[in-house]
């Protein structure tokens, strides 16, 4: 299993980033998808899941309204559309193997991408 993020950066408060994951090792289009974040200090923190063929999106109360997840199951990726970002979502963002319940079970999860919100 092979995850790789990037997207990531330095966006002032009320911007937008789009965050892409690029999987590999495994059939993409078999498998719940998640992102997840690491908040410095904090431990990990589940933001998003996508079932297998898109139809299902299920969000973090934090970023409900706010962000959207998608897949394209032709190219293998996985995004996360970020808006109306907050100083709160600095976090080391992650993608993930498995849904909301199952991304921490030892699945795969990709090294990261940094977002930093911040005037």
């Known amino acids: 299993v092979q995850l790789v993020e990037s997207g990531g950066g330095l966006v002032q408060p009320g911007g937008s980033l789009r965050l892409s994951c690029t999987a590999s090792?495994?059939?993409?289009?078999?498998?719940?998808m998640s992102w997840v974040r690491q908040a410095p200090g904090k431990g990990l923190e589940w933001v998003s899941d996508?079932?297998?063929?898109?139809?299902?999106?299920n969000y973090a109360d934090s970023v409900k309204g706010r962000f959207t997840i998608s897949r394209d199951n032709a190219k293998n990726t996985l995004s996360l559309q970020m808006n109306s970002l907050k100083p709160e979502d600095t976090a080391l963002y992650y993608c993930?193997?498995?849904?909301?319940?199952?991304?921490?079970?030892?699945?795969?999860r990709g090294q990261g991408t940094q977002v930093t919100v911040s005037l």
């Open positions: 090792g495994f059939t993409f289009s078999d498998w719940y």
């Open positions: 993930a193997r498995g849904n909301e319940r199952t991304y921490n079970s030892g699945l795969g």
């Open positions: 996508i079932n297998s063929d898109g139809s299902r999106k």
